[in-house]
C-alpha cells in the first residue's frame, strides 16, 4: 500500500477507462488491499481502549478518499458507487445472522418485553421526536423546499440505532443484562425504521386520515409475526434435514453449505414476501444455533461458528471502509459549500433531536419495565439506563442507507436540500460513531 | 420445491416485472433454493457409483429450465444471464484456490516436468489438431462465413479441459499419481488456453508471420512465470503477516479472514496486471496450505480446511445446475431449429476432434516421459494413459466461457453461425460430462 506513485497511475487509469470492465478490477484490488490493511491495523491497535475495527475502518477510508480525491484532481473520493443492493442482500444478512447465531439466548428471552418495548415504541417515539423537532426548526435554516413526507422519513432514518456498531462496544461476557438489551433493541428497531420508512414512503399524507395509525400498527404486527415465524421455519427445516439425512457420516463441507444456504435462503425469502429479512435471519441463527449446530458433526460446529464470525467481521469492516470514503464525495459537499454554516447548523439540530428522542424513551419505558418487575434485582438502574440510552445513539449502515433511497437517484443527488440531507446524514454517521464508541 | 403452482406465479412475475429488484429477489429464491436441493439430492444418491454432485446439478438445472422454459410459454429457460464475470470473479477463483489448499504437494511437484509438458505442449497441440480439423471439415457443413481467427478460437475453446469436475471423477487418495497428473494438467491447460484465447484474439491473423509464434512463446513463458511468482509471494507475504503479528493470541476471525482475502488479493492482483488469476490462485494455495496454514490457531485451521471446501463445492454446483439450466435457452436453438442435421453433425464432429486432440498429445507426451525415467516403478503405463486420456475429456465451465465471450454480445447470439457454435459447444459439455463421468 505504500506504491503511492502506482496509485496514482491506476486512478488515472480509473477514470481513462470507467466505462472499462478493468477499471472495476483496479478498485476491487484497492478495495480488497485497504481491507487487509484495516485487518492488521486493527489487529495492532488492539491494545488501545479507545480504538476499535469500526473507527480504524472509518479513518483509513476517510484517508484513502483524500488521496483519491487528491489524485483525480477533485473528481470523485470514492471506488465503487454505494448500492443499497451491496448492502441489503451481501453485507447486512451476515452480520445480523451471526448476531442472532452468537446472542446469548437465555438473556434474550427473559428479556425479550422489554426489548420489544425498546425496539417497536421506542423507534416510534423516537422519530416522532426527531420529525416534529426536525419541522419546528428547519423552517428556519434556509435549506429549501421539505415536504411533510421528508420530513418523516428523515425521523425514520434517524431513529435506526447501529446494530452493528453496538456490538463492539458492549461485552456480551461482561454486561450480559445491556448486551442483549441494546443489541435485541438494535434488531427489533433496525425492523420497525425499515417498516416505518416503507409506511411513510408508501402512504398519502396529503391528508391526514386515523385509520393510518391503526393500518400501520396491523402492518407491523404482521410484519414483526410473520418475520419471526419465517426464520424459525428455515431454521426448524434445517435442523429437521440435517439430523434426518445426518449428513456428517459423509461429508462436512455439505452442512456447511446447507446451513450456509438455509440462513440466506431465509432472508431472500422474507425480502420475497416484503418481510423483514433482518428479523427472519435473525430469529433463523438462533433457531440455527439452538437446533441445527447441536446435530453437526464436531468439525462443522468449529468450521460454521468460525466462519459466520468472519464473514459478518468481514462486511462490517467492508461497511465503515466505505462510509469513511465516502464521506469526501465531492459532489454531495458541492452544495454544501456554498453556506457551511447552515450544514453546521443541521447537523448539529440533528445530533441533538437523535440524543433528545433517545432520552424521551429510554428512560419512561425503563421506568414502566420496572414497575413490572417484584425484585429490586432485576430493575434497570439509572447509570444502566444512561448506558442504554448512550450506547444506541450511534446511527450506521441502516441510515446511510435509507437517506441514500430517500434523497439519491441512482447514486447521485441534483437538489440542494437534499444534498444537504446526505452530507448531514454522513456527518451525524461519522460524529456519532467516533465520539460514543471510545467512551467505552 | 413442491410449490409447483406459486412457482408459476413467480415466473409470471419474473416476466411482468423484469426491470424491477423484486425480480431479481425472485431468481435469487429459486437458484438458492435449487442449491439447496442438490445438495440434498446429491447426499441422498451418495450410494451410487454413476452418479454425483456435477450430475445431479446438471439434471436438475435441465429440468428446471425445462418447468420455466413452459411456464414462460417458450420465451426463455434460465433465471440469470450468463455473466462471465460471476464465473470469472466470483465462481472460479475458490475452486481452483480450494484446489491448490488441498493438493498432495509431494506428488504435484515430483511430476511437475510432465504436468507442464501436458498443460503446455498437450494443450497446443490439442488446440492445432481441432483447430486444423474445424477447417477441414465445417466447410462441408453449409453452416456460414467463420473467418481463420474464429477457427483458432474454436481450437482454443476445445482445448480447455474441465478441471471442476476431474477433482471429482479421480480420487487424490486412490490413485494419487493419475490425480495429480490430470489435475495439475488442467490447472495449467486454464491458463494455456486462456492465453491462447487472448493470443489469437488480439493478434492479426490475415498475415502470416513466423514471428507470431515466437511472441506467443515468450509471452506464454513471462504469463507463467509471472503468474506463479506473484501466488507464491502473496502466499508467503500472508504466512509471515500472520506468524509475525501472530493474529492468533486474539483473534480466529482476523487470521481466517486474513487468509481469504489475501488469496482473494492474489487473484485479482494477477488479473490487474493481466496474468492468469487462475495460475496465480492455485500457487498461492499452495503455498497458505504449505506456511501460513501451519502458522494459525488450530480452531483456524479446521475453519479455513472446511470453508474453503464448502465455498469450492457451491461455487461448483452453481457452475454445473447453471450450465445444465442454460443448455435450454431457445434463443440460441432458434437457429438451429432450421436445420438440426448441422448442429448433429457439428457437435459430433466437434466431440471427434476433442478426442482426437487429446490422443494426439497424451500418448506421445506420455511416451516421452518415460524415456527420460530410469526405474521402470515410474513410467506410466498404457492403461494409465487411457485414463489420462479419458478423464481429460470433459469439457466444461471453462469452454462455456469462452464460447460465450468469442459468439455473443452481451449474453444474446445473432448470427446463425455464432448460434451454432454456442449450441454445439453445449452439446459437447453436457455430452462429455455426462458420458465421461460415468465410467469412473
Given at each position: 500500500?505504500?506504491?503511492?506513485?502506482?496509485?496514482?497511475?491506476?486512478?488515472?487509469?480509473?477514470?481513462?477507462?470507467?466505462?472499462?470492465?478493468?477499471?472495476?478490477?483496479?478498485?476491487?484490488?484497492?478495495?480488497?488491499?485497504l481491507?487487509?490493511?484495516?485487518?492488521?491495523?486493527?489487529?495492532?491497535?488492539?491494545?488501545?481502549?479507545?480504538?476499535?475495527?469500526?473507527?480504524?475502518?472509518?479513518?483509513?477510508?476517510?484517508?484513502?478518499?483524500?488521496?483519491?480525491?487528491?489524485?483525480?484532481?477533485?473528481?470523485?473520493?470514492?471506488?465503487?458507487?454505494?448500492?443499497?443492493?451491496?448492502?441489503?442482500?451481501?453485507?447486512?444478512?451476515?452480520?445480523?445472522?451471526?448476531?442472532?447465531?452468537?446472542?446469548?439466548?437465555?438473556?434474550?428471552?427473559r428479556?425479550?418485553?422489554?426489548?420489544?418495548?425498546?425496539?417497536?415504541?421506542?423507534?416510534?417515539?423516537?422519530?416522532?421526536?426527531?420529525?416534529?423537532?426536525?419541522?419546528?426548526?428547519?423552517?428556519?435554516?434556509?435549506?429549501?423546499?421539505?415536504?411533510?413526507?421528508?420530513?418523516?422519513?428523515?425521523?425514520a432514518?434517524?431513529?435506526?440505532?447501529?446494530?452493528?456498531?453496538?456490538?463492539?462496544?458492549l461485552?456480551?461476557?461482561?454486561?450480559?443484562?445491556?448486551?442483549?438489551?441494546?443489541?435485541?433493541?438494535?434488531?427489533?428497531?433496525?425492523?420497525t425504521s425499515?417498516?416505518?420508512?416503507?409506511?411513510?414512503?408508501?402512504?398519502?399524507?396529503?391528508?391526514?386520515?386515523?385509520?393510518?395509525?391503526?393500518?400501520?400498527?396491523?402492518?407491523?404486527?404482521?410484519?414483526?409475526?410473520?418475520?419471526?415465524?419465517?426464520?424459525?421455519?428455515?431454521?426448524?427445516?434445517?435442523?429437521?434435514?440435517?439430523?434426518?439425512?445426518?449428513?456428517?457420516?459423509?461429508?462436512?463441507?455439505?452442512?456447511?453449505?446447507?446451513?450456509?444456504?438455509?440462513?440466506?435462503?431465509?432472508?431472500?425469502?422474507?425480502?420475497?414476501?416484503?418481510?423483514?429479512?433482518?428479523l427472519?435471519?435473525?430469529f433463523?441463527?438462533?433457531?440455527?444455533?439452538?437446533?441445527?449446530?447441536?446435530?453437526?458433526?464436531?468439525?462443522?460446529?468449529?468450521?460454521?461458528?468460525?466462519?459466520?464470525?468472519?464473514?459478518?467481521?468481514?462486511?462490517?469492516?467492508?461497511?465503515?471502509?466505505?462510509?469513511?470514503?465516502?464521506?469526501?464525495?465531492?459532489?454531495k459537499?458541492?452544495?454544501?459549500?456554498?453556506?457551511?454554516?447552515?450544514?453546521v447548523?443541521?447537523?448539529?439540530?440533528?445530533?441533538?433531536?437523535?440524543?433528545?428522542?433517545?432520552?424521551?424513551?429510554?428512560?419512561?419505558?425503563?421506568?414502566?419495565?420496572?414497575?413490572?418487575?417484584?425484585?429490586?434485582?432485576?430493575?434497570?438502574?439509572?447509570?444502566?439506563?444512561?448506558?442504554?440510552?448512550?450506547?444506541?445513539l450511534?446511527?450506521?449502515?441502516?441510515?446511510?442507507?435509507?437517506?441514500?433511497?430517500?434523497?439519491?437517484?441512482?447514486?447521485?443527488?441534483?437538489?440542494?436540500?437534499?444534498?444537504?440531507?446526505?452530507?448531514?446524514?454522513?456527518?451525524v454517521?461519522?460524529?456519532?460513531?467516533?465520539?460514543?464508541?471510545?467512551?467505552?
Amino acid at each position: 500500500m505504500d506504491n503511492g506513485f502506482e496509485l496514482g497511475a491506476w486512478v488515472q487509469k480509473l477514470y481513462m477507462l470507467s466505462t472499462s470492465d478493468h477499471a472495476s478490477v483496479v478498485s476491487m484490488n484497492l478495495f480488497v488491499a485497504l481491507l487487509c490493511g484495516c485487518i492488521v491495523i486493527g489487529h495492532l491497535l488492539e491494545g488501545y481502549r479507545w480504538m476499535n475495527e469500526s473507527i480504524t475502518a472509518l479513518i483509513i477510508g476517510l484517508c484513502t478518499g483524500v488521496v483519491i480525491l487528491l489524485m483525480s484532481r477533485g473528481k470523485s473520493s470514492h471506488l465503487l458507487v454505494f448500492s443499497e443492493d451491496l448492502f441489503f442482500i451481501y453485507l447486512l444478512p451476515p452480520i445480523i445472522f451471526n448476531a442472532g447465531f452468537q446472542v446469548k439466548k437465555k438473556q434474550f428471552f427473559r428479556n425479550f418485553i422489554t426489548i420489544m418495548l425498546f425496539g417497536a415504541f421506542g423507534t416510534l417515539i423516537s422519530c416522532a421526536v426527531i420529525s416534529t423537532g426536525v419541522m419546528l426548526f428547519f423552517k428556519n435554516l434556509e435549506i429549501g423546499y421539505l415536504d411533510i413526507s421528508d420530513y418523516l422519513a428523515i425521523g425514520a432514518i434517524f431513529a435506526a440505532t447501529d446494530s452493528v456498531c453496538t456490538l463492539q462496544v458492549l461485552s456480551q461476557d461482561e454486561t450480559p443484562l445491556l448486551y442483549s438489551l441494546v443489541f435485541g433493541e438494535g434488531v427489533v428497531n433496525d425492523a420497525t425504521s425499515v417498516v416505518l420508512f416503507n409506511a411513510i414512503q408508501s402512504s398519502d399524507l396529503t391528508t391526514i386520515d386515523p385509520t393510518i395509525a391503526l393500518h400501520f400498527i396491523g402492518s407491523f404486527l404482521y410484519l414483526f409475526l410473520a418475520s419471526t415465524l419465517l426464520g424459525v421455519l428455515t431454521g426448524l427445516l434445517s435442523a429437521f434435514i440435517i439430523k434426518k439425512l445426518y449428513f456428517g457420516r459423509h461429508s462436512t463441507d455439505r452442512e456447511v453449505a446447507l446451513m450456509i444456504l438455509m440462513a440466506y435462503l431465509s432472508y431472500i425469502l422474507a425480502e420475497l414476501f416484503y418481510l423483514s429479512g433482518i428479523l427472519t435471519v435473525f430469529f433463523c441463527g438462533i433457531v440455527m444455533s439452538h437446533y441445527t449446530w447441536h446435530n453437526v458433526t464436531e468439525s462443522s460446529r468449529i468450521t460454521t461458528k468460525h466462519a459466520f464470525a468472519t464473514l459478518s467481521f468481514v462486511a462490517e469492516t467492508f461497511i465503515f471502509l466505505y462510509v469513511g470514503m465516502d464521506a469526501l464525495d465531492i459532489e454531495k459537499w458541492r452544495f454544501v459549500s456554498d453556506s457551511p454554516g447552515t450544514s453546521v447548523a443541521v447537523s448539529s439540530t440533528l445530533l441533538c433531536l437523535v440524543l433528545l428522542g433517545r432520552a424521551a424513551f429510554v428512560f419512561p419505558l425503563s421506568f414502566l419495565t420496572n414497575l413490572t418487575k417484584k425484585s429490586q434485582n432485576e430493575h434497570i438502574t439509572f447509570g444502566q439506563q444512561v448506558i442504554i440510552w448512550w450506547a444506541g445513539l450511534m446511527r450506521g449502515a441502516v441510515s446511510m442507507a435509507l437517506a441514500y433511497n430517500k434523497f439519491t437517484t441512482s447514486g447521485h443527488t441534483k437538489l440542494r436540500p437534499h444534498a444537504i440531507m446526505i452530507t448531514s446524514t454522513i456527518t451525524v454517521v461519522l460524529f456519532s460513531t467516533m465520539v460514543t464508541n471510545p467512551v467505552f
